[in-house]
């Protein structure tokens, strides 16, 4: 006698193993996979770096930043530089919106300063204006040692003039190397960058670092402590001259006006993932009004300034280039410096302010000889428009023609 048996599936019918949803399959793919998993050009997740410290970059670091390293105790002997583990950074255009989306507060140094700096250049050994409207030089001047008071100092002259170059020797935590991974910029293709191309590397697109966070750029410090014997300048231009080139009628129209301001790096829309690299865009006024001198600047770039709030695109485009033409057209706005130290063995450091200015690199060094430095960027207030400040001349009470 033989017996059957069934065999019934008891458990609910909805109950199954479910695939991931494919933003988390295309995440886990690019986090996981090294080799083969990138998000795109534009990415902070390039696939031919490696996470962690990289021994390959020990085998192209310039002698100097290997003896700078080693003075202040850093130890680089399992690579260099340190790139951060692909699972910390992320992929899509949400979660990189979120980060720092909110009002942090946000000390103004340079509204505690003695106008008069006496603190600060009273311990110069000698402070030279590069140009008449940018750029001021501090000779003698450690900024290590320097103490509360002739830091607010620092911080008012700074916005006052713009860029300080040529302050020595105090180190930063963002590498700047573009020996590190391009090997294949020429003498004909270094100025792609202002076609559309290799926008970062090379002798750059005009720029304004990290326009696209709730808090925009303020102070930068870049040391280099690798320097071309010729070449490898900065370029800066000052958003308060720039403004102050513009016709009254100009000026009145942009006053109060926004525009969608972009990041450098790409992310996939969570939603569309196969559309296509997304920017990070935030609203910020066009002429903003900086907290410490209450000037006017211009605050639009060429490389990350997308479009005017309430205009048609091609309105915007035309009036964009025009703004952008007048940084980069008026040499008279502008300053342009080399790293070259005055003093060997050291390095040289440059500070200036990201909210009145915009700057450029210049690769005429071709690659021969190294360029590398280190960069901290300090996030400022949340831009804002005061219609009841006044342009840098006409605080000043120099002509406005």
Not at 20 to 32: F, L
Not at 78 to 102: C, M, Q, S, W
Not at 244 to 251: E, F, N, R, T
Not at 335 to 345: A, C, E, H, L
Request: avoid cysteine; proline fraction near 6%.
């Amino acid at each position: 006698m033989s017996q059957t048996i069934t065999l019934e599936n008891t458990e609910p019918q909805d109950v199954r193993i479910k695939a991931p949803a494919i933003d988390q399959q295309i995440e886990a793919i690019i986090k996981t996979e090294f080799k083969s998993a990138y998000v795109h050009s534009q990415s902070l997740l390039p696939k031919d770096v490696p996470n962690g410290s990289d021994p390959e970059g020990l085998k192209r670091l310039p002698e100097s930043t290997r003896k700078r390293f080693d003075d202040a105790g850093i130890d680089i002997s399992k690579g260099y530089p340190h790139v951060p583990n692909k699972k910390d950074i992320p992929i899509f255009l949400d979660e990189a919106f979120e980060i720092r989306n909110k009002e942090f507060p946000y000390i103004e140094r340079g509204l505690n300063a003695d106008p008069e700096k006496k603190a600060l250049f009273g311990a110069a050994k000698q402070v030279i204006n590069l140009t008449k409207k940018i750029g001021t030089e501090i000779v003698g001047l450690q900024l290590s040692d320097l103490n509360d008071k002739q830091k607010d100092e620092l911080a008012l002259l700074v916005a006052e003039r713009v860029v300080t170059p040529r302050v020595p020797n105090l180190d930063g935590v963002i590498v700047i190397w573009q020996d590190y991974r391009f090997n294949t910029l020429t003498y004909k293709n270094n100025n792609y960058g202002n076609f559309g191309k290799f926008g970062g590397f090379g002798t750059q697109t005009w720029h304004t670092d990290l326009v696209h966070e709730f808090q925009p750029a303020g102070i930068t410090h870049l040391h280099n402590d690798a320097i071309p014997e010729l070449g490898g300048d900065t370029i800066w231009s000052s958003e308060y001259a720039a403004y102050d080139k513009l016709s009254p009628a100009l000026q009145k129209f942009l006053d109060g006006k926004e525009a969608i301001y972009v990041s450098a790096h790409g992310y996939l829309d969570r939603d569309d993932p196969f559309s296509g690299p997304k920017k990070v865009e935030r609203r910020h006024p066009i002429v903003r009004t900086h907290p410490a001198t209450g000037w006017k600047a211009l605050f639009v770039n060429r490389s990350m300034t997308k479009s005017i709030v309430g205009l048609e695109p091609p309105e915007s485009d035309v009036i964009l280039n025009y703004l952008f033409s007048v940084f980069e057209k008026n040499a008279d706005i502008q300053v342009r410096f080399n790293w070259k130290s005055t003093k060997p063995g050291y390095g040289t450091s440059a500070i200036w302010d990201n909210r009145i200015s915009i700057h450029s690199t210049v690769w005429d060094h071709e690659g021969l000889e190294p360029r590398h430095g280190t960069r901290v960027t300090s996030l400022a207030e949340v831009p804002f428009f005061d219609s009841k400040s006044k342009s840098q001349r006409e605080a000043l009470g120099l002509p406005l023609n």
